[in-house]
């Protein structure tokens, strides 16, 4: 007897402990996700942000995003949307979204520089375990040299609440969410700089080793 009411004592701090970690969850949370990029023609950097919908009655979104337009060209076409384990192309998930009752259609990029998506649904969707990844990807134009980078920054991110009528912020012009987007050298860039380097350290070591035996050959003339 005492056995089974120990053991149902523990099965009970164990529900407690799994209840008390899944209401520690947030209902949404956001991050960024950097890249990198070879310069070149035909070269595209790909950041990604991530949105984890935990639990959530999703009625709207307001999503800004800034780039520096001198360095990179979004690209539309090639831009891709993971929702839910499946991945759409912008237009396809903009489909998606306006057959779900979405409205107006989102991602426009009229002006160089930025580009949004922004709208409402009839009905609010109940979001859970669901996973939204944007993988927006970026031409890189002819002033973005290795060694340099840029930011993509979420400069707006509001989320309304089906449930509380309420609009949560998750990024703001004061509290940005930025992925960076660094070029790097080519391989081969890489290969001969380290060759240089290895010629470099060889030619100072025979350096060393000739001051080396010349100093014994004055030593032992010395002796003599």
């Known amino acids: 007897m005492k056995i089974l009411q120990q053991l149902s004592l523990f099965v009970g701090g164990c529900a407690l402990c799994l209840s008390s970690a899944m209401a520690a969850l ?10 990198s990029v070879v310069p070149g023609t035909g070269a595209q950097a ?19 995003v800034d780039y520096d337009a001198t360095l990179l060209s979004l690209n539309t076409s090639d831009s891709k949307v993971v929702f ?22 989102p991602f426009d ?4 520089g930025q580009y949004s998506l922004s709208g409402f649904f009839l009905t609010g969707q109940t979001l859970t375990d ?14 973005f040299k290795p060694g340099m980078s840029t930011q993509v920054i979420v400069s707006n991110l509001l989320l309304g609440n089906a449930l509380t009528n309420d609009f ?8 940005p969410i930025i992925a960076t987007v660094t070029a790097v050298p080519e391989p081969e860039t890489w290969l001969m700089l380290l060759g240089g380097l ?23 003339a010395a002796c003599c």
């Open 46 to 64: 790909m950041p990604t942000l991530t949105i984890t919908f935990n639990s959530y009655d999703l009625a709207s979104i307001d999503l800004f």
């Open 168 to 175: 949560e912020t998750f990024a703001s012009a004061e509290n």
């Open 84 to 105: 839910a384990g499946t991945t759409y192309t912008y237009s396809e998930f903009s489909n998606a979204l306006v057959t779900a009752g979405f409205s107006p259609v």
């Open 130 to 143: 669901s996973i939204l990844e944007l993988q927006p990807a970026f031409d890189v134009l002819g002033p």
């Open 26 to 35: 947030p209902a949404v949370s956001v991050s960024a996700g950097d890249a």
């Open 198 to 220: 290895g010629l470099v350290a060889a030619a100072g070591r025979r350096r060393r080793l000739l001051q080396v035996s010349g100093s014994d050959s004055r030593l032992v």
């Open 109 to 112: 990029s009229d002006l160089p």
